[in-house]
T-cell receptor, first 113, second 116 residues
Framework: GQQVMQIPQYQHVQEGEDFTTYCNSS?????IQWYKQRPGGHPVFLIQ???SGEVKKQKRLTFQFGEAKKNSSLHITATQTTDVGTYFC?????????????WGLGTSLAVNP | NAGVTQTPKFQVLKTGQSMTLQCAQD?????MSWYRQDPGMGLRLIHY???????DQGEVPNGYNVSRSTTEDFPLRLLSAAPSQTSVYFC???????????????FGNGTRLTVT
């Protein structure tokens, strides 16, 4: 079935450094969502991208959807300790009405103060 | 507004025991789903429902049953627990089952299940 590859699996940064996680698909996606899960918590929806080449910003977070709608990225500028957690992408299939989400395995971010 | 409420938060079962994980949402969401989360495996869909009376299997449905008699509730039943079902279980809902696009999911706080 369709898969979404998310890289890297882990990232350890110093506070103030930038961070990027990527999601890649071999097939065209309908849309992509990003979630954040704090340690011991539950996934929390961050944003949804639906248009080719779309870029959205939330404060220090920048989300991009590729022109071919096969990849996406989340970039955090000047990380803070509050950014610690696992970031997941979840992609909508580009097929009919059966739109289940396909989840990446997540990128765990650790931030050294 | 409570959102998505899961009970219990923690549970320990012995192999072969049965139990029901409860999930309720007060947002009038059409779509509800159950996921399990295991280290290194991400989130895997167990079962989902697009409305009262309608359920369907996800990618890992074996060993689990669900029903959706009301819009608000979507319980997950383990008929005969196995150690392989040790996991964190999340219930999630969204306003609608995506037509053009998927709707954002609202997750409960999770149930941490250990089967010995």
């Amino acid at each position: 079935g369709q898969q979404v590859m998310q890289i890297p699996q882990y990232q350890h940064v110093q506070e103030g450094e930038d961070f990027t996680t990527y999601c890649n698909s071999s097939t065209t996606l309908s849309n992509i969502q990003w979630y954040k899960q704090r340690p011991g918590g539950h996934p929390v929806f961050l944003i949804q991208l639906v248009k080719s080449g779309e870029v959205k910003k939330q404060k220090r977070l920048t989300f991009q959807f590729g022109e071919a709608k096969k990849n996406s990225s989340l970039h955090i500028t000047a990380t803070q300790t509050t950014d610690v957690g696992t970031y997941f992408c979840a992609a909508g299939e580009n097929a009919g009405n059966n739109r289940k989400l396909i989840w990446g395995l997540g990128t765990s971010l650790a931030v050294n103060p | 507004n409570a959102g998505v409420t899961q009970t219990p938060k923690f549970q320990v079962l012995k192999t072969g025991q049965s139990m029901t994980l409860q999930c309720a949402q007060d947002m009038n969401h059409e779509y509800m789903s159950w996921y399990r989360q295991d280290p290194g495996m991400g989130l895997r869909l167990i079962h989902y429902s697009v409305g009262a009376g309608i359920t369907d299997q996800g990618e890992v449905p074996n060993g689990y049953n669900v029903s959706r008699s009301t819009t608000e509730d979507f319980p997950l039943r383990l008929l005969s627990a196995a150690p392989s079902q040790t996991s964190v279980y999340f219930c999630a809902s969204s306003p609608r089952f995506g037509t053009d696009y998927n709707s954002p999911l609202h997750f409960g706080n999770g149930t941490r299940l250990t089967v010995t």
